[in-house]
């Protein structure tokens, strides 16, 4: 039995958007869907061993990487503007993630030891729990700042 957050290989995603991981911040919200939507085009890639899979996989990996530096640029903007208390400890997860992630795409692309369904579950995995914890934490600050009448 399947969870809702994983959907068939028929259909080639491997995770769905579903309201419970917006944060309640429409562009951040708008962002962490294509971050799933890049993660789903990644799978597909994934599904088949041919060369123009091949080179799919290699250009959305490259869109991905640009993709998630640019989205972690904006939360961590939106994080310094609101003095957010554990800025510092976002930042660093975000860092963390980046480094990985370069490393795994590094092998990837040095024809290195690299299984691209595991780096897609790890994609996934990551998004949805960071998001899911650590962003929904930010969100709750700012909400809090805002009913207090500080934003």
């Known amino acids: 039995m399947q969870n809702d957050?994983?959907?068939?290989?028929e259909d080639k995603t491997i995770v769905d958007w579903h309201e419970r991981y917006s944060v309640g911040i429409p562009k951040i919200d708008e962002q962490h869907r294509e971050l799933l939507r890049l993660?789903?085009?990644?799978?597909?890639?994934?599904?088949?061993?041919?060369?123009?899979?091949?080179?799919?996989?290699k250009n959305t990996i490259g869109s991905l990487v640009h993709y998630v530096s640019e989205h972690f640029s904006a939360e961590e903007r939106l994080l310094q503007r609101v003095n957010y208390p554990k800025y510092a400890e976002h930042k660093a997860q975000h860092e963390s993630f980046?480094?990985?992630?370069l490393e795994q795409v590094s092998s990837f692309r040095?024809?290195?030891?690299?299984?691209?369904?595991?780096f897609v579950r790890y994609l996934r995995d990551?998004?949805?729990?960071?998001i899911a914890v650590s962003d929904k934490q930010y969100a709750d600050y700012i909400f809090a700042l805002k009913r207090e009448g500080k934003l």
């Open 5 to 9: 957050e994983a959907t068939s290989n």
């Open 39 to 57: 993660t789903n085009e990644l799978y597909a890639a994934c599904l088949n061993d041919d060369a123009e899979a091949k080179e799919q996989f």
């Open 98 to 101: 980046v480094k990985k992630m």
């Open 110 to 118: 040095e024809g290195k030891s690299f299984v691209p369904n595991n």
């Open 126 to 130: 990551w998004t949805l729990g960071h």
